[in-house]
């Protein structure tokens, strides 16, 4: 359980990062802020859409009696527009990390040479760097779908969608925006995406206490845009923790990875 509390703090830390090196926050704020427009227009759009979209994806109710139709169709728009938000909240942080990939690299370097030690590079040029942050950014997202999909589903499970299944959402979207910001650090450590997501499977609770708050956080207007600059300092301490030596003899190195070069 210490492990929860850890990852919070790294949370904490990076927001006092960038509290105390004012220029770097105001650089990463740019990138939220574009791509928060364009999240917000979304969303709304999904607002005043899910009622008729779920009209027409349910044309087998049109002849219930009330109140059963009216509850069934309330029911569905409820859950469309809540996994429209759940895959907002878990994109937005792939989104903007792609958008704002020259700014948060800048600023992950920044954050290591400020705590001392190596400072890694890709030693790759911005467009290979931008094509494989998409592709993996694609392929993390193909796995968050397939799992919002099977907790949309289960949803509609009596008492367990009501309970289990909101936490299990929460710790999914924890779990995937700390893959997408320490990604930004790790990347440039040479480290691809299998030997990432199993770094992060090896500190679960580490990862789920940086994750979880932040993603409770970003379902706060505009709190995601603010929060970005810190998050990614943050994760980058996090990302310094997981590929640090666990013994002076160098018995604990991680094991040399190389960034895919194709």
Do not use: N
């Not at 990614?232 to 666990?246: I, S, W």
């Amino acid at each position: 359980m210490r492990d929860l509390g850890a990852g919070f703090g790294y949370l904490v830390q990076g927001q006092r990062w960038v509290g105390r090196h004012g220029r770097w926050f105001g650089f990463g704020l740019l990138p939220g802020l574009i791509t928060l427009v364009l999240y917000a227009a979304a969303l709304v759009g999904l607002g005043y859409g899910a009622d008729d979209l779920v009209d027409w994806a349910t044309p087998f109710a049109d002849g219930w009696s009330s109140p059963w139709l009216g509850v069934f169709r309330t029911t569905l728009t409820v859950l469309v527009f809540g996994l429209g938000l759940f895959l907002a909240v878990i994109t937005f942080t792939a989104v903007t990390l792609l958008v704002g990939q020259p700014f948060y690299e800048s600023l992950s370097e920044q954050v290591d040479r400020t705590e001392g030690g190596e400072v890694p590079e890709s030693g790759l040029p911005l467009w290979r760097e931008l094509w494989i942050s998409a592709r993996d950014s694609l392929r993390i997202l193909v796995r968050v779908g397939l799992y919002s999909l099977l907790l949309f589903a289960l949803g509609f499970v009596p008492v367990l969608g009501q309970t289990v299944v909101p936490v299990l959402g929460f710790c999914v979207t924890g779990y995937f925006l700390t893959e997408e910001l320490t990604a930004v650090a790790l990347q440039r450590r040479g480290m691809v995406l299998r030997d990432r997501l199993a770094l992060l499977r090896g500190r679960r609770l580490l990862v789920l206490g940086f994750g979880v708050p932040l993603g409770l956080a970003f379902l706060v207007p505009f709190v995601a845009v603010f929060l970005m600059p810190g998050a990614v300092a943050g994760a980058t301490l996090l990302a310094r923790d997981l590929t640090a030596p666990e013994s002076g003899d160098g018995a604990g190195d991680p094991a040399p990875c190389t960034l895919d070069k194709g």
